[in-house]
């Protein structure tokens, strides 16, 4: 574990595991390439963070990929996730079209460069499938808050994220049927991808839950970069945890209180609702 400027730098053990069992099958150089591409994939997503002015814990490398932890202090909108999340595939086209560079003026190992463009562009793709915590899903799911209540959108991409998850899986194991060989490692990323959005599933309450604070902290933003307030009707009897289900992650809201016979009560700002909500130490909103 190493700390640069603040951003801690990790192994996970079985990486390390990983790494020195290479040495002995002969692979430690083809690993190393992944590892060095993967790095430099996460340095992507961390670079494009720090840029605006977010703080980068950690870069993390797990078994199975990396993963850079950057701190959301409620600045954090749909716009500025899907720039962070597509540095990292940026990152990786970069190096295809220097690796095509290389090879088309005749310099370096041919095969070494074409095994550096092919593990780019395996793990571009891959990391662009809409299943999170991977690119994909992370654009994915901030494409869709543009448009649709936030709780709403952390729902439907945590279910199409373990669907998809769900079917990577069985695709890894349909060689079985014919018996042949299986992928051992896309059983293993298959697994870890169900676990993954299984657990995101089960902590939607709690990451919703955190949206509301991080609105909280973030209003002059809010109101500054969504335009007009955008108006939420609502009943009287109607529950806190039903009008706050409505919230929108991009705009700022202004909720009419309507009585039963039709007339206006009053107009409430958003941050005066979430204020009520937590003052009645209610549990985490359910799915």
Same mark, same amino acid.
């Given at each position: 574990?190493?700390?640069?400027?603040?951003?801690?730098?990790?192994?996970?053990?079985?990486?390390?595991?990983?790494?020195?069992?290479?040495?002995?099958?002969?692979?430690?150089?083809?690993?190393?390439?992944?590892?060095?591409?993967? %790095?430099?994939?996460?340095?992507?997503?961390?670079?494009?963070?720090?840029?605006?002015? %977010?703080?980068?814990?950690?870069?993390?490398?797990?078994?199975?990929?990396?993963?850079?932890?950057?701190?959301?202090?409620?600045?954090?909108?749909?716009?500025?996730?899907?720039?962070? $999340?597509?540095?990292? +595939?940026?990152?990786?086209?970069?190096?295809?079209?220097?690796?095509?560079?290389?090879?088309?003026?005749?310099?370096?190992?041919?095969? %070494?460069?074409?095994?550096?463009?092919?593990?780019?562009?395996?793990?571009?793709?891959?990391?662009?499938?809409?299943?999170? +915590?991977?690119?994909?899903?992370?654009?994915?799911?901030?494409?869709?808050?543009?448009? $649709?209540?936030?709780?709403?959108?952390?729902?439907?991409?945590?279910?199409?994220?373990?669907?998809?998850?769900?079917?990577?899986?069985?695709?890894?194991?349909?060689?079985?049927?014919?018996?042949?060989?299986?992928?051992?490692?896309?059983?293993?990323?298959?697994? %870890?991808?169900?676990?993954?959005?299984?657990?995101?599933?089960?902590?939607?309450?709690?990451?919703?839950?955190?949206?509301?604070?991080?609105?909280?902290?973030?209003?002059?933003?809010?109101?500054?970069?969504?335009?007009?307030?955008?108006?939420?009707?609502?009943?009287?009897?109607? +529950?806190?945890?039903?009008?706050?289900?409505?919230?929108?992650?991009?705009?700022?809201?202004?909720?009419?209180?309507?009585?039963?016979?039709?007339?206006?009560?009053?107009?409430?700002?958003?941050?005066?609702?979430?204020?009520?909500?937590?003052?009645?130490?209610?549990? +985490?909103?359910?799915?």
């Amino acid at each position: 574990m190493i700390t640069i400027r603040g951003t801690v730098l990790s192994l996970h053990p079985l990486f390390v595991i990983i790494m020195l069992a290479s040495v002995v099958t002969g692979n430690f150089l083809e690993l190393l390439t992944l590892f060095t591409i993967v %790095f430099i994939h996460e340095l992507g997503h961390a670079g494009a963070a720090a840029a605006m002015g %977010f703080k980068v814990r950690s870069i993390q490398m797990l078994p199975f990929g990396g993963v850079a932890v950057i701190e959301d202090n409620g600045r954090m909108n749909a716009y500025r996730e899907m720039v962070i $999340a597509l540095a990292g +595939p940026l990152q990786n086209a970069v190096m295809i079209g220097a690796g095509m560079l290389c090879q088309s003026m005749g310099w370096g190992d041919a095969q %070494f460069l074409g095994y550096i463009i092919q593990s780019n562009i395996i793990i571009a793709l891959f990391n662009l499938l809409p299943i999170l +915590p991977l690119d994909g899903g992370k654009l994915l799911q901030a494409a869709i808050s543009l448009f $649709a209540p936030y709780h709403s959108t952390l729902i439907w991409t945590s279910r199409a994220g373990l669907a998809c998850s769900v079917i990577m899986l069985v695709y890894a194991l349909l060689p079985l049927i014919h018996g042949k060989g299986v992928q051992l490692n896309l059983i293993l990323i298959g697994l %870890f991808l169900v676990y993954s959005n299984f657990e995101d599933y089960r902590n939607i309450p709690y990451r919703f839950l955190r949206f509301l604070v991080n609105r909280n902290r973030s209003y002059e933003d809010q109101e500054q970069e969504s335009g007009a307030a955008q108006p939420i009707v609502a009943d009287s009897s109607k +529950p806190l945890d039903d009008i706050l289900r409505l919230f929108k992650r991009e705009k700022y809201h202004l909720i009419y209180v309507m009585s039963r016979s039709g007339g206006l009560l009053a107009v409430l700002p958003e941050q005066q609702v979430i204020a009520s909500y937590f003052s009645t130490k209610n549990p +985490p909103l359910k799915r």
